[in-house]
T-cell receptor, first 112, second 117 residues
Framework: NAGVTQTPKFRVLKTGQSMTLLCAQD?????MYWYRQDPGMGLRLIHY???????AKGEVPDGYNVSRLKKQNFLLGLESAAPSQTSVYFC???????????FGDGTRLSIL | AQSVTQPDIHITVSEGASLELRCNYSYGATPYLFWYVQSPGQGLQLLLKYFSGDTLVQGIKGFEAEFKRSQSSFNLRKPSVHWSDAAEYFC???????????????FGKGTKLSVIP
């Protein structure tokens, strides 16, 4: 039982490049989330999804896009990476919105 | 909007000593409350949760937390700390975002625990 799997685990980009982070869950959860974690800031919600085909903005959505074409996958895209997007990105999923979230191990992203 | 405050950025305790990590929240109704632990390079693992009922909840790894409505607090405790408990701990409040029509978690900024052998 893999739970929540994030790929890649590490990535270095140059300013202006684009990339997609993939999150996959095998728990048949309806809700999926993308967070970023920065030192001293805790976790901040970027975007989330309450079901296949739906997405919604979180606290810090600017510069990111997401898609949930399949229930088990939630993609986070950076169209034009900026140094301010250097962070550790976590994906999470939950059965319902008020249930505990299960987290992946994170993607460490550096933008030069 | 809800908010979570963890007043202590860093706590150091000796192995075998008791531990209490503080968490205060702000929310107009009864919230859902969680404690998560994060080891270096890892994701967050759920320690325990409070939804309703008994205000003292037991979690994994010997942790417990007490919900005190009058103090808007949900402090995490452990009677005897082990070296393997060294990690960062996050308190979170789950509340309904009426504008979005869905529940969201708001995390505190975390408390880093160091354990002296």
């Amino acid at each position: 039982n893999a739970g929540v799997t994030q790929t890649p685990k590490f990535r270095v980009l140059k300013t202006g490049q684009s990339m997609t982070l993939l999150c996959a869950q095998d728990m048949n959860h309806e809700y999926m989330y993308w967070y970023r974690q920065d030192p001293g800031m805790g976790l901040r919600l970027i975007h989330y999804s309450v079901g296949e085909g739906t997405t919604a903005k979180g606290e810090v959505p600017d510069g990111y896009n997401v898609s949930r074409l399949k229930k088990q996958n939630f993609l986070l895209g950076l169209e034009s990476a900026a140094p301010s997007q250097t962070s550790v990105y976590f994906c999470a999923s939950s059965y319902k919105g008020n249930q505990p979230q299960h987290f992946g191990d994170g993607t460490r992203l550096s933008i030069l | 909007a809800q908010s979570v405050t963890q007043p202590d950025i860093h706590i150091t305790v000796s192995e075998g000593a008791s531990l209490e990590l503080r968490c205060n929240y702000s929310y107009g109704a009864t919230p859902y409350l969680f404690w998560y632990v994060q080891s270096p390079g890892q994701g967050l693992q759920l320690l325990l949760k409070y939804f309703s009922g008994d205000t003292l909840v037991q979690g994994i790894k010997g942790f417990e937390a007490e919900f005190k409505r009058s103090q808007s607090s949900f402090n995490l405790r452990k009677p005897s700390v082990h070296w393997s408990d060294a990690a960062e701990y996050f308190c979170a409040v789950g509340a309904l975002n009426s504008g979005a029509g869905s529940y969201q978690l708001t995390f505190g900024k975390g408390t880093k625990l160091s354990v002296i052998p």
